[in-house]
């Protein structure tokens, strides 16, 4: 085991955290420094400081401490000298493991998970995003429930009425199920509002584009940038978790509705994504997504493959995919590399706007790739027909011939077999 101190932070009102991180076979170094750099940043969103890293070379994870009870001993000699509060692995703990942790360490031992379902405690905002937090957080410590010192089994006197009753343990976990059920009969009321809503939106033809990618690559200030929408926009990680929808008017006139989405990171824990799955569902029944990288990351094909891997586990991994490279006006960043190196990709700057037509372009060109150019033979009398067409899809060719208004324009389906009886072959 290697013990890296870090610079310590005079600020004693925040938590003082130790990070713990094994080095298993098939793994690097740097691989495992990398996930430790990420972890210290979830530690300072949630509020504390890190004062020391543990790193430890193992086949396999002890099934007690996950680190074996030697060096455990050593951990908590280097906890007493940092004077640290909590102890935070990047590995998930079982229950048992935590509980043997806590009790050799003298002082909290948690893992990633419990990080990040405390940074989604913080930001959620609206109703729907506290439910959902709540629900995974409950999910997360059900197992984990433990007698508190001195709880007794309530007992009751009488023929038939003797020996143990309900332990405090047990209430306990009745409630904490009572109130899972409840939370999970409120998400379902809100999902089908939602289900409402998306019909409204289905019946108005808009097209629906959600903006998905790794926490902090800059979904909401692209958000801003194409819409004006004024949400908060953060170097931070999980500012948003509520996901907010504006509209985008299209160069040819059409209107498409933009989604902002909660940010993915490796190792998501699953009560979040059972938890979400309403909020994702907006991933899942798009149109297309707009993966936004951070073209200044040193592992952007890394957080590439997390974010799909959270798509193939939700379901949306076949929903059309437009790579959209970020922050190329960063120093040293590789997004217009990594956007030739991937053809069909766009690099931008959503902060300082560069490139952004290109990919109001490109977006407009996946969304038509999927729809069918028609040409309409429309009575010149008949105006709303003509205009119907022109609100109905995206209009590339007008001419007047005699009594006749000949349109060439881009209809899906839907749109297609509405306007049947006045189409022509090309």
């Keep these: 085991m290697t013990y890296i101190p870090t610079t310590l932070i005079d600020r004693s009102f925040r938590e003082r955290i130790v990070l713990v991180g094994v080095l ?15 972890l210290a940043l979830l530690v300072d969103t949630a509020g504390a400081d890190v004062v020391a890293r543990v790193i430890q070379r193992r086949d396999r994870p002890d099934p007690a401490t996950y680190l074996g009870s030697g060096k455990v001993e050593e951990l908590h000699e280097i906890c007493l000298a940092v004077d640290s509060d909590t102890v935070v692995f990047d590995h998930e703990l079982s229950p048992a493991q935590q509980r043997n942790l806590e009790r050799l360490l003298g002082r909290t031992a948690i893992d990633r998970t419990a990080v ?7 930001n959620a905002r609206s109703p729907e995003g506290k439910a959902q937090v709540e629900l995974a957080l409950l999910q997360y410590r059900l197992p984990r429930l433990r007698r508190a010192s001195g709880s007794l089994s309530q007992q009751a ?9 309900e332990t405090q343990l047990e209430v306990d976990r009745r409630r904490l199920v009572q109130r899972m059920h409840k939370l999970q009969r409120d998400l379902k009321d809100v ?23 790794y926490t902090n690559a800059g979904k909401s200030s692209l958000l801003n940038r194409l819409t004006d929408a004024g949400v908060p926009a953060e170097n931070r990680l999980f500012v948003t978790l509520d996901p907010r929808t504006r509209q985008l008017q299209m ?5 498409v509705l933009v989604t902002d989405t ?7 824990p699953h009560e979040l994504v059972d938890a979400f799955k309403s909020t994702l569902d907006s991933v899942r029944l798009a149109d297309l997504l707009v993966h936004v990288v951070d073209g200044s990351s040193e592992v952007a094909m890394d957080e590439i493959e997390a974010v799909r891997e959270v798509l193939r586990e939700i379901g949306a991994d076949q929903v059309p995919e437009l790579l959209v490279f970020n922050k190329c006006d960063v120093e040293g960043s590789a997004s217009h590399e990594l956007a030739t190196s ?28 999927d729809d069918r150019v028609v040409t309409l033979a429309l009575p010149a009398e008949r105006g709303d027909l003509i205009a119907a067409a022109h609100r109905e899809g995206d209009v590339l060719a007008q001419d007047t011939q005699d009594d006749v208004v000949v349109l060439r324009v881009v209809l899906d389906q839907v749109g297609a077999a509405r306007f049947e009886q006045w189409r022509v072959s090309a």
């Design 24 to 38: 298993f076979p098939g793994q690097t170094a740097t691989q495992l420094d990398r996930e430790l750099d990420e």
């Design 116 to 122: 990040i379902l405390d940074i989604f405690a913080q």
């Design 157 to 165: 006197g009488g023929i038939g009425t003797r020996g143990p009753g």
């Design 191 to 213: 999902s089908r509002t939602r289900g409402v809503q998306r019909q409204s939106r289905e019946r108005g033809r808009h097209r629906e584009v959600t903006l998905v990618g």
């Design 251 to 255: 160069p040819g006139g059409e209107t």
């Design 262 to 268: 909660v940010g993915f990171i490796s190792k998501l």
């Design 342 to 369: 991937h053809p069909g990709s766009v690099a931008i700057s959503a902060l300082t706007g560069e490139n952004i037509d290109e990919l109001i372009a490109a977006v407009g060109a996946r969304l038509r790739s």
